[in-house]
């Protein structure tokens, strides 16, 4: 809105009209219609209460079955979603899958990237144009149910180890230190129940100040 932007937010209205007119079509290609916009929801991890705002919750009706679908709106960023989803690290997805309810186990997933018009999914079952990830033979019930357990054993691990005063500090000047301490003190089995931890120092973390490196 400052004084000589005018071109600039013309040329942002129109990428988000258009980019909304792509999503209205491919909804209309599969059958899908809008149920809620910005869908709350609640629940927990353990004994940790959780509450999220969806921003984009689809219906499709085949005959008796109902089917919901997930759209999580970003501005750009296909490539990192779609790697994020590759990986099974499309975490606030799957938990808000998980949560929704509505009589069903689990809810497709997406992520609908404006800028780019397209939606990445694991699969084309609920949008016939996205662009999916890597074939699996596992059912994305499936693979969201694995991820959840991640979700759960890593949450409780992380409890125990705050429970006996130890957090851990993940960053990539204490990576090797902390990797030799998961060998030492976790058995193999039980490191594949958790989720991946991260290789690269997190951009937020307030326990960072414990490395001395941060003020």
Request: charged fraction near 25%; hydrophobic fraction near 40%; avoid cysteine.
């Amino acid at each position: 809105l400052m004084y000589g932007q005018e071109a600039r937010r013309i040329g942002w209205l129109q990428k988000v009209q258009q980019a909304a007119w792509t999503l209205l079509y491919t909804l209309q290609q599969n059958n899908s219609q809008i149920y809620a916009i910005e869908h709350p929801v609640t629940g927990t991890v353990g004994a940790m209460e959780l509450k999220g705002v969806i921003d984009l919750v689809l219906e499709r009706r085949q005959g008796e079955r109902v089917e919901y679908a997930i759209v999580d709106l970003k501005w750009s960023g296909k490539q990192h979603f779609l790697r994020k989803m590759s990986n099974g690290e499309d975490l606030q997805l799957v938990i808000y899958s998980k949560l929704l309810g509505l009589g069903v186990d689990w809810a497709h997933t997406a992520y609908y990237t404006i800028s780019t018009e397209t939606f990445i999914a694991r699969n084309r079952k609920a949008f016939r144009s996205a662009q999916v990830t890597p074939e699996t033979e596992q059912s994305f019930q499936t693979l969201h149910q694995a991820i959840w357990d991640k979700i759960e054993a890593t949450y409780q691990w992380r409890l125990e180890e705050i429970r006996t005063g130890r957090i851990e500090v993940r960053t990539e000047d204490t990576l090797e230190e902390l990797e030799d301490w998961l060998q030492d003190n976790i058995s193999f089995e039980r490191l594949l129940q958790l989720l991946e931890m991260k290789q690269e120092s997190a951009r937020y973390d307030d326990y960072r100040v414990l490395t001395q490196r941060v003020r």
